[in-house]
C-alpha cells in the first residue's frame, strides 16, 4: 500500500528547487509555498527512548550522553536485549535467590559470557564500561586549559599596563565570573598582579623505542572469527575497541529526538508534535492541501504522436478548489522562486542569509497538452461516499478535458506526444505546472479579515515508463 | 553582566573529523568520540559512499547538508543552531571542500562559530608535546606533517596514497572472493579479511616471504564465511602479508618508510633527531597489528642504505597516545576544545556572513573575539 507513495512517476518540485514526492512535502501557510525536508529548519523538541519511550528532557539527555538509562543493546547485533532470571541457591539451608542476566533473543549473546557478573535485582546495576584513559587526559584538559587563561592573562596584564590599576576594568574583561566560580568550588583565586598564577604542570608524553612487537603466538593460533569483533561492533563503544567478543559490554540505548519543522523564510511552525503523544499540534503537510495527482490511464507512448493520457486529481482539502494547468517554461523556472505572501499579512524582515536555492536542471522529452480553463473540484466530505444522491455538477466541464468526476475527485485527459528521438527504455520526463487554489482559513490575530483565495503553482514532473 | 563561557552549559562545542572513510564525532571535553560512522550518507535515496569524492559542488552541498544533518539529529540530538563547531580537517583537504562545509554550517545550521583545526598539530595536544612527526595512515592517503613547537612545517609534508585502501584493494586481488549477491559489497568483505584476520607481519618473515620460501611458524589459514552460507579460506601467507605493500618502494623509491626518512632528511640539522624520537602514529591503518614495529625495522633497516646513512640518527622512537590512534586527531580536538584557545581562534557567523570568507589557518586576524 505505500510503496505506491514511493514510486517516482510523479514528482513536485519543491520551492528549494528539489524534485519531491507530494507525501515528503510540507505547506507553508504563511509563504504559501511547498517546503521540503532540506529548506526547512529542524528544531529538537523531546527526546525519547525508541524502545521505552520514555521522554528526556535536553539536560537529563546530555546528562546521560544520549543514553536510555534502562534500555540495553546487544553489543554483538545491536538488538535489545532481555533480562533473564534463574533462581540459584547459594547454600543449601538458605532459601534460593533469584539472579539476572541479559540476553540477546536474536543472536543469544548472553551477559554472563564476558566478565560481567550476574545480577540480583533485574533493573541492574550493570556495569559501566570506564575508559582507562581517563586521568590522564583529564590531566591534559587541565593543562592546555590553564595554558590558555595564562596567554589571557599575560595580555590582559600588558593591557592593563595603559589603563593603570583599573581594578573594575580588569575584572570586567578577565570575567569576574571565573573569579568567583573559583571561590565557589573552593579554589584558590588568581593572583591579582599573575605572579601566583601557576599552569597545571603535566608530564609530555615519553616516546618509546621498544615498541610492542606482535605476540609470538600470533602466527600458528587458529583464528576463531566468531571471537574476533567487527570494526561496526569496536567502533560502538570507540573508548574500549575490544578486539575480542568476549570483552564486549551491553550498550546503553541511544535517544532518538522528535522534531519540529520551522519555515526558514518566515520563521512559522510547518510541523510540531505533541509532548508526550503520537500526534502533532501543527502539521501542514502538502498532502492535506494540495490536490494529488495520480495516472489512470495512459495509452501506449509512440515517438512523435499525441496520445492520451488520464490524471486523476484528488482535492484533500475540506473547501472546494479549482486547477488551472499551465506548460512547464523551463526559461523561467529557475527565476522567481520565492512567492508573495497574503496580503495583509506582516512581513517578517529576512535578515538572515537563507541557503542558496539549488538551480533546477531539466530536460523535457516531449510536448504535452494540458486542459484550458479553471476546473473545480469538490471539497472532501467524509460522508459522501455514502450517499448515492450526491450528484455533482458538471455542467460547466468541458467534455473535451474533463473525462469523469466523483466528489471531490476529478479525473482530467491531457495529451503527451514524445519527442522523435526517445530512447528505448528511457522514461518520457515531462512536466507542467499546476495552480490550485488556496484558501487561507487562518484566523489572523492581528488584522481580523475575510478568507482569501490565492493561486498557487506547483511544478509537476512526470516521469512516464515508456516501453514502446 | 557577562558570564563566563565555563560556566554556561548550553555553550556546548561539537566536535567532528570527517575522514574519507569514517567519521569521528563528539562533544569537546569528553575523552573519547560518541560515535565513529562511515562517512556515507544519501541524497534522495541515492547512498553517497565518498562524500570526498562529489566533484560537483551541488551534489557535494547537498550531501554535506545531509550528512550534517545525520550527524546532529541521530547522534548529537541537538538543534546545530547557535553551537559552536570544531572541525578536525588535515591540512591538504580541499579548499572547495573546507569552504561548502563552511556555507552548509553557517547559513543552513547557523552554527554560533566553527574552527578548522588541523588534524596533525590537533594529534600533538594529546600527548602534551609540541613538537613530533606526526604521520596520519587513514583510508585514502598516508599523509606526513612535522610539526615544531605547534607549529607544522609545509614545506616537508609528504603524502602518498598508501592507506586502509590499498590494502584492501591487495586482499581484492589476492583473495578470491567469488560472486556476491547484491545485497553484499565487496569492500566491506575485503575491509573486514583486513580488520579481523591480517596483521603486519615482521621484516624478516616478510623478507623470506617475498622470495617464496616457507617461514616457521607458519601462519593458519581462516576460514572466512560470506554472509553465513560460502566459506573461502585466507591463507596464512595473505594475512600476514597484505599490509607489505605499504612498506614496498614504487618507482620513486617512496614508501611509508622513505616518506618518513625523507622529511627528516631535509628538515633542519637541529631538529632531524627530536623528530625521529617523536614519531607519532594516527588513522585508523595503524592499528594493524604490528604495524608499528614493522615500521620500526623497517626504519632501522633502511637507515642502514648510503642514502640515509649520513643522518646521525640511531635510533626511532614512538609515542603511545591515550587514546586508540583512529580517534586520536579527534581527541586533540576535543582538548583544543576545552580550552579558551577556542573562542580566540574560531570564526563567528557574523564574521562569516560579513567577510563571505574563510580563512585558510586558524587566526585571529579577521576576527572578534566571541563573547
Ligand atoms: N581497529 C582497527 N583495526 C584495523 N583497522 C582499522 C581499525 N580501525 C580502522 N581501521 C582501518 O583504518 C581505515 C580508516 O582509518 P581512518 O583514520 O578512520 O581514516 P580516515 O580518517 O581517512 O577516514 C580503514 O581502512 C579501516 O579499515
Known sequence: MASYMFQKTITSICTCGLQKLLPDLFFCRHCLTLRCDFCVSHEIDTTYCPHCFENLSSTEAKHKKNRCASCLECPRCFNTLSTRSYSRTPEPKK????????????????????????????????????????????????????????????????NTKHYGRNYMHFLEKFGLNAMM????????????????????????AEAIENVPELPINIFEDIVDLKQVSTLEQRFATPELQAENTDDLFPIRKHLRVKHSLRCRVCEHNVVKPEYNAVKFKIKHLAYYHVPEIKIIKCEPLVAGKWSSLILKLCNPAQISTAVRFEKLDLNTINIIREPRRLEGEDLIATPKQLPEPIPIVLELHGDIMVPEGEIKIAARDDTAEYDDTNEVNTD???PKYVYWRKGNKVALKFEVKPSENLKKNENLQLGFVMHFMYMDTMLHVINQKQPQTVLVPINILLNLPNSL | MKIDSDFLPEKQCIVIDIGTKY???????????????????????TPISDIYTCKDVQTLTLALTNFIHMLFYKYALVAPKDKKVIIVESLLSPTTFKEILAKVLFITYEVASLCFVPSHCASLFTLGISTGLVLDVGYKEAILIPVCEGVPVLRLWQAMALAGQTV????KTRIDIGQLSPDES?????????????????????????????????????EYHINGERSITISGDIRETVHDVLFEENIDEMSITTMILETIINSNVDTRLKLAENIVLIGGTVMAKGFMSRLKEELVEKLKSPKYNNLKITKFKFHIAPAFENYIAWLGGSIFGSTNNLNILSQTRENYINENFVPDWPTTFTRQKIE
Open chain 1, 95 to 158: 532459601p534460593p535467590q533469584k539472579m539476572y542476566y541479559l540476553l540477546c533473543l536474536f543472536c543469544n549473546w548472553r551477559s554472563h559470557e564476558p566478565s560481567i557478573p550476574d545480577q540480583p535485582t533485574s533493573s541492574g546495576n550493570w556495569p559501566v564500561n570506564k575508559n582507562p584513559n581517563d586521568g590522564r587526559i583529564l590531566d591534559l584538559i587541565n593543562h592546555y586549559k590553564s595554558v590558555s587563561l595564562k596567554e589571557v592573562f599575560d595580555k590582559q596584564k600588558r
Open chain 1, 181 to 204: 566560580a573559583r571561590k565557589r568550588a573552593g579554589l584558590p583565586n588568581f593572583h591579582s598582579d599573575g605572579t601566583g598564577f601557576s599552569t597545571s604542570e603535566i608530564s609530555p
Open chain 1, 396 to 398: 460547466n466541464d468541458d
Open chain 2, 23 to 45: 567519521t569521528k564525532f563528539g562533544f569537546a571535553t569528553e575523552h573519547s568520540p560518541r560515535c565513529i560512522i562511515p562517512t556515507c550518507c544519501e541524497i534522495d535515496g
Open chain 2, 168 to 171: 584492501e584493494n591487495q586482499i
Open chain 2, 186 to 222: 565487496i569492500d566491506n568483505i575485503a575491509e573486514d579479511i583486513k580488520a579481523r584476520t591480517c596483521f603486519v607481519t615482521s621484516l624478516k618473515r616478510s623478507k623470506i616471504l617475498a622470495t617464496g620460501q616457507n617461514v616457521e611458524p607458519k601462519t593458519s589459514d581462516v
